[in-house]
């Protein structure tokens, strides 16, 4: 008997695997989390219903979400926050930089952590790094009360339900900005520009004149909604197109070519933003 996982990207479309075998599946106190190995994509990790990564292609969003603004952006990247994340794959990208020496982890659910150092081991393996150190708690709650100051803040958030929704409030930005070291750079993974496009339009209403520089950038990932994937670069001082340092061997996805075209919008995309962006 075949076993496919399906998740919805609409009333009437989504993606869909094939499962080999499935490894975990368990409640948190915050979210439901799967963790299944497919055909053709490798281990996959859901949550709440959701595909966060799957082996296959993880490596698209986190070198995104990471080596713009590590490796071409910020004149001296030494204290890195990430809030969520609980996969590793950010902290992975983001260790790859000798200068970085502290990087701290704000995940809500001790769970995904523990999850994917059992079964994501590709993935999971940075989180043993000993410049990490790793906070279970609400990251809303962390950049309202740290003291604080970090060069670079990435926000490797899942979409906005459950424990994330007060992550997509102008209040959250508002105190990410504060957590803002000097030419501090703050990035966020903005959902899908052809999918989730209500979303993407309120996040950019919700940071609207909240920082002097805002850059919106894409970048095609076959397993989430619609297959392109938006992400959020905001500060006060930056050149988006100033390379600060080489960039570090092992990149599968992220080079110079793509930094180049990464902010080059469709059509389709420009019109609806209109105003927004
Ligand atoms: N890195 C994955 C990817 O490739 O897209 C997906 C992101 S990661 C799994 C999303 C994480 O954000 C989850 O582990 C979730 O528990 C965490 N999270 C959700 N809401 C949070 C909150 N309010 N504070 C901190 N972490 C949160």
Known sequence: MELWFKELHDAASGITFKIKEYLYSGKSPFQKIDVFEVETYGRVLVLDGMVMLTERDEFIY????????????????????????????????????SEVKKVTLVEIDKEVVEVSKRYLHNISG??????LEIRFEDGVHFVKHSEDKFDIILLDTSDPV???????RKEFYENCKNRLAQNGILVTQAESPWA?????????????????????????????????????MM????????????LPPGTKYYNDDVHI???ALPQYLKEALDGNY
């Open 126 to 131: 940075a989180l043993l790094d000993p410049r």
């Open 235 to 246: 500060g006060e001082n930056y050149d988006i197109n100033k390379i600060q340092r080489p």
């Open 162 to 168: 459950g424990p994330a929704v007060s992550l997509y």
């Open 261 to 263: 075209g990464m902010t």
């Open 196 to 232: 989730q496009l209500t979303t993407l339009k309120n996040l950019l209403s919700e940071i609207k004149g909240l920082f002097h520089k805002t850059t919106l950038y894409l970048s095609h990932i076959p397993t989430y909604p619609g297959g392109i994937w938006a992400f959020l």
């Open 62 to 97: 986190h070198e995104m979400i990471c080596h713009p603004a590590l490796r071409v952006v910020h004149p001296d990247p030494e204290k890195i926050l990430i809030i969520g994340g609980g996969d590793g794959g950010t902290v992975r990208e983001v260790m790859k930089y």
